[in-house]
Each structure stands twice: as C-alpha cells, then as structure tokens.
C-alpha cells in the first residue's frame, strides 16, 4: 500500500490566507464617531435681568470647547465649557422683557431651546449711581485742576452718590492711558512719558460705576458713566524753550523789543515784568551792538513749581505771582556803540514764567553776572 501526501498548489494556499485576514481586519475597525448630537435640554436660573450680566447654566450633550452661548438674540459673554453637558455664561444687556430662547453653537452648528430664558426689567424705582463732579490734585503745591503734565502722578477724585448703594458697594471701573491705580472713587494716575500728537493735549479721564440690586428675586444691575478732560503738558520743555527763545532772541540786536518778549505775558504781576524786559531791552537796543554770533545760552534744568507763589530769585529780591522758574548759563558780547569798547557778560539768568490760559508764559527775568572788559581785563558784577 502507497500512501501519498498531498502538496496544495500555491494558488490554493494563497486563496485559503486572503479571506482569513481580510476578515481578521475587519473585526478591529471602530464602528463609527460615538459622540452625541449637538442639543441644549434646559438653562438655570431661568429668568434674569434686562440689564444683563446674570451667570447662567446650560445643560445639554454635544457641547465642544468652540461653543458660544446666545440668549434672545444677544451673544453671552464668559463662556465656559464645562464638558460636552454644561456651560456657564454671562446673559448680555438686552433692550426688552420677556421670554427667549437659548442657543448654543458649535462645530458649526446650532442648537436652540425657545422660551427657556426670561428676561425681566427693573422697575425703576432704584436710582442710578450719580456722578456729579471731579477734580485732580497734582503732583505740586497748589496745582490747578484738570493741569498734568507727562510722566506725573496724580489724584482723580470723582464725587459719586446713590440713594440706595453704598460708595463702598458700588464697582467703579477707570480708564485712561498709562498706569492706573484705582481705590474706588479715587483714581492714582501715572501719566505716560508721551502723549500721541504730543503737548499739551486734552487726554480724557473715564469712569463708569456701577450698581448691582435685587429686585423680585432678580439681579440687576445698572451704571453711570463720567468724563474728566485733563490738559496734560510737558511744562519742563515748554518753559525752558521758551526761556532758551527769549534770551538768544534777547541776543541778537537785529530783533524788535515786541520780537524778545513775544513769549512774555501782559497780565503777570500786573504786566511788571514784561514792561521791565521792555525797558531792559530798550536799553540795549540803545546802547550796545551784540555780537549773537558768539552768544551763549545753556539751560540749568530742572525749572521749579509753586503754583502762585513768589519766584525762586536767589539774591532776595522777588518775582511775585510766578507759577515756575528756569534758569540759564548765558555769555553776551556786545560793542558800546558810543566808543566802540568791548565788553562780556557771563552769569545766570533767572527766568520766571506763569500758566495762563493752558500756556506757559514768562514773567520776569533776572541777570546775576559779571561783566568783563575785553582791553583791560578789568570786571564788575552786573545785575538787571
């Protein structure tokens, strides 16, 4: 007896492993996506305020981290989403009462339950936060109000009433370039460095306060909103370069008495300091040839403040009703034109100015010098 073993054919053998691992494949393939439909199911609270700003729960399926949440037509804001069953939000200000529905995009699409939120208005009864003035203190004795200047700190006080909230109960919300510091109704303000468009410049100050009540078992809340314009200047190189204009203008002969003092106010200290640089000027005109190519004038910084005060003069004498003071290192070299002598003057020059109709103008001008003659040497102290 033969016994014979059989060898398939490898075309056999390659039928018999195709349909085994073609079904093997097939039993690992995932079934298809497992998450639920998009579909908002109810909202908690279910009512809130007009004024907007109620914190509400939505629950549902099919929420995603995309979500945006809209009640009665009116985007929420502070949208959180919790999972794909909940989201918080905060109900927007909406113009009228009643019942609204509830939608909940995602992933390009939206889900909406009618009637599921109602919103209520305040029956106006409770008043609305009053702002009835401010006021700014500067950085120096006796600076006016609504004055600034950049990279200054100052107070902003706003008087703010309510008949049924507390100030300390009210939130108060400031705005303004720079560093803010707010303590309520009290505003701690570092102005910036530059103003855009530079100075000065009308930069505006905002407040918005804010009241939050409960009304039939309904948060509302309900605000007032105030502005306080500040002029803010860069007083240090306003009057220095008027002061530095002044004196190099004082320089050159060829310029008019009107021409120096064009930056000179009329008003300060009843007009007496400009009428005394006339004179001066006058005199000079009069007497002296200037050589303004060979004068010298070299700001002394910082200028001083004292809002209407006495000038800061060093010898005792006085410019009163000053605002500021600047002063400059100057050399003069002029010709008598009654003998031709030459003659220097070198010392300080103490330049007063005045705030006056949002301008700084100059006041008062003191020279403490000496004089020098050029042929022989010989000096004297010179004072005008």
Known sequence: M???????????????????????CGSDSPSGPTGSALKVTSVSPTSGSTTGGNSITISGTGFASDATVSVGGVPA????????????????????????????????????LANAFTFVAPSGANRAPVISAFRSIGSRNNQPSGFADIDETVQVLATVTDSETSNASLTYDWTAPGTLTPSG??????IPSSISGGTPATVTVGLKVTETF???????????????PVRVHDSQNEILSAGTDFLLLFSDSTKSTNEVL??????????????NEANDTDQNRRLFLQNFAAARVVRRPPATFNFVHQGCFPSGRQQPNTDACSAYTVHWEVTYKSDGKKETADGIDYVSAVLENDRWLLCH????????????GETRSLTW
């Open 214 to 228: 409960t009304e039939g078992g309904v948060t509302h809340t309900q605000s007032t909103s105030g502005s306080f």
């Open 262 to 275: 064009h930056n000179f106010s009329t008003t300060c200290d009843g007009g007496k300091g400009r009428t």
């Open 365 to 376: 001008s003191d020279f403490i010098g000496t004089a020098t003659t050029t042929l022989t």
């Open 2 to 24: 033969h016994l014979f073993r059989l060898r398939p054919a490898v075309g056999a053998a390659l039928v018999a492993v195709i349909p085994f691992l073609v079904v093997a």
């Open 185 to 190: 109704p009290t505003l701690t303000w570092k």
């Open 77 to 112: 804001s502070g949208v959180v989403v919790s999972g794909s069953t909940s989201i918080t939000a905060v109900t927007g200000l909406r113009t009228t009462a009643g019942a609204a529905e509830i939608s909940v995009t995602t992933g390009g699409k939206t889900s909406t």
